[in-house]
């Protein structure tokens, strides 16, 4: 008997998207298990970020179907995803400059808070806000930002941005996590610092998929990775079954010997 669990949480079946005569993604397939730290990389112009921006409803796919849940999610917009529990970050930033730390993470609670006619007739809606208030100061503590919750974000500096994306996307109660990028722009401690906190998410029981440059960073914290070339499956594989394989050295790679794949590492 095959158990329930065993479904992937987010799978993708001939996902194609076309943009004019260019071919993007390429029928591509792909599925994560729930649980998991999966990484989807690939050389430049591969397909990877247009692949994130279908799986999150940015774009329509041309061809092919996403599947959340087990449901069909293709050509959802990306608020109704994140409303079901497929939350996505960018790789800019999209925090609100003028806005405490705190009040940004309060936005990623918003579709926890909201309340609706009757119960602010109640004054139940003042009761989900001091909750939603409690759990932001919660996730700030998760990711050590609470001593900073009153300061304008524009104070901040780029290690601490990325860290409030983050925890804004955490707030949002996701399911699945879709990280574009999250060592983009970080120095060695920082990218060390955030790979922790990245584990830490998974160990709360948030699924994580990312998109990301940082060889060292994807060998290191990925269960999974699928790599795409010229946008189809290349590869997928535990990081050293992928680091290893003549097709990924040689077109994510290039002129790469396998040690110098496994230096990657």
Request: hydrophobic share 45%; charged share 20%; aromatic share 8%.
């Amino acid at each position: 008997m095959t158990a329930r669990n065993e479904r992937p949480i987010l799978e993708a079946r001939g996902l194609t998207r076309r943009f004019g005569g260019l071919v993007a993604v390429d029928n591509f397939n792909f599925s994560v298990r729930a649980g998991a730290i999966h990484g989807l990389i690939g050389p430049n112009g591969a397909g990877k970020t247009t692949t994130f921006n279908v799986i999150s409803g940015f774009y329509a796919p041309t061809g092919g179907q996403v599947f959340f849940r087990g449901l069909d999610i293709s050509g959802r917009k990306t608020s109704a995803l994140a409303a079901m529990g497929l939350v996505r970050t960018f790789q800019g930033s999209t925090l609100f400059q003028e806005f405490s730390v705190l009040e940004n993470v309060r936005v990623g609670r918003h579709l926890g808070a909201r309340a609706g006619f009757f119960s602010r007739l109640l004054g139940a809606d003042r009761r989900a806000e001091e909750k939603a208030d409690a759990e932001a100061q919660e996730t700030l503590a998760f990711f050590g930002l609470e001593d900073l919750a009153n300061e304008p974000v524009s104070n901040l500096p780029h290690g601490h941005q990325r860290m409030l994306g983050l925890a804004v996307a955490l707030a949002a109660e996701p399911e699945v996590l879709l990280l574009d990028e999250p060592f983009t722009g970080m120095n060695p401690e920082e990218t060390g610092r955030m790979m922790t906190l990245v584990q830490r998410i998974r160990d709360r029981g948030v699924t994580v998929m990312l998109v990301e440059h940082d060889m060292r960073a994807v060998m290191n914290l990925c269960d999974v990775i699928t790599v795409m070339n010229f946008g189809a499956l290349l590869v997928e594989g535990s990081p050293e079954a992928v680091r290893s394989d003549p097709a990924f050295i040689e077109a994510y790679l290039g002129s790469a010997t396998t040690d110098g794949a496994g230096d990657a590492a």
